[in-house]
């Protein structure tokens, strides 16, 4: 052993937080599963390759489905997805859960109803985001879900934070400081000064729209950027922001 | 009933207690029994600025925790006998104001004065919006200056959410710009904000504009309102402000570089 200094302490345990979308499931036919699955993640535009997954097989369960675990598990795997934990399970899924090397969380059951049993049931994905959102914690997305569209009509002053689970739309000035944010789009007929965030649960083909570009910072299903990187000759315009291959892009309106 | 105005900035140091003072002593004069409280608990000035720092016996906190009557507490200005004032504690913290406390105050005042003014301390904390709370209407005092700008605008946030009107749901409070330390040649050369940019950003009904005036100064150190000074660019400007307010209609000044005369320009402008 060389004489290097190493410190006396090699690690240490802090506390974080990681952001797993969650599968939910509604079917236990593999071959149904897997067609959809492939289909989601073509359009998922390389959002879900290589990315953990929580399994849910609250819907199935309710649905009294088999759920074959082990086959599941290795499906998902093919498709280089990661799967870690399950959620819903009973005690034979969980077993089985545990045999593939998952985890199991003690996750509060989803206070979803279980949707009724339609001919072809479809493997629902649903992506779930940390705390931007700090107020609603247990959005609900049911199979059809219902957007509650915000219209806001004052100036939203500097320090105020809107929030819509539909699309949002202002018919005046966001300020300098202040924070809007939607689940769908986001139309700002005024000037944009502050930070917007569209599509806020995961939907990357949400858009912002503006009739003034001045905003801090633009953000769609996660992706962002900051005022410094806004090109010019976009500023102080109409503009239309949208994602494409995980990067903003931001036209003329 | 009174009518409660909060004067209110969110920036310190723009003029939020040179305008309580001018504004209150204004009413005051036009013959409103105006009360003017002071909510800058432990670091108050509305006394100096008043004059009557020399006759505070009992202060708001006393009044709140029981320690003294309103009346006892309530200070007569010498020189209008419709003004009067409530001084803010020095040696407590704003911890000890509280809702009700302040509720019950503004409530006793309501019966027998026209207009209350609070002269909130600055920040967004508990001495500012328990100052706000009650507003009926607000007068946003803003410098024409980017950091002030920016505290007016959530200040004013603040006020259309955390205001007992917009949390009963009831009419929100009205706003008004009150721009102050405005001076036409800086504008005009580009280093000040105008009013145009100002209003770009908030938007306001405003109020009046009190220009940069060394007479300000010289009313704090004398303890004078400075609407007293009637010879004082800001002293008139603040006079026209309280006109405006009481629905006359007066043309803002103060806003162009005043053009000297050929005798100003040969003996020297006035200050």
Partial sequence: MSGASQPKTALEFKSTSLTVPALLLASNDLATIEENLREKIAQGAGFFQDSPVLIDVHRANALELEVDVAGLVSLLRKLALVPISLRGGTEAQNSAALAQGLFLRAAAPSTRKPSPASRAPEVVVEAAVEAVVEENADIRRDIAPTAANKVITQPVRSGQRVYSHGDLTVTATVSAGAEIMAEGNIHVYGSLRGRALAGV?????????????????????????????IPKERQYKPAQISLADQMLVIKEL | MARIIVVTSGKGGVGKTTSSAAISMGLALRGHKTAIIDFDVGLRNLDLIMGCERRVVYDLVNVINGEATLNQALIKDKRCENLFILPASQTRDKDAL???????????????????????PAGIERGATLAMYFADDAFVVTNPEVSSVRDSDRMLGILSSKSRRAENGEEPIKEYLLLTRYNPERVELGEMLSVEDVQEILSLQLLGIVPESKSILTASNSGMPVILDEESDAGQAYSDIVARYLGEDKPQRFIKKEKKGLLQKLFGGKS
Avoid: N, P
């Fill in chain 1, 201 to 229: 649960q995961g939907d990357s083909s949400c858009r912002i729209f503006c009739m003034d570009l001045q905003a801090e910072l633009l953000s769609i299903a996660g992706i962002y950027q900051l005022r410094d990187d």
């Fill in chain 2, 98 to 120: 509280s809702i009700e406390g302040v509720g019950k105050i503004l409530e006793d005042l309501a019966k027998d004065y026209e207009y209350i003014v609070c002269d909130s």
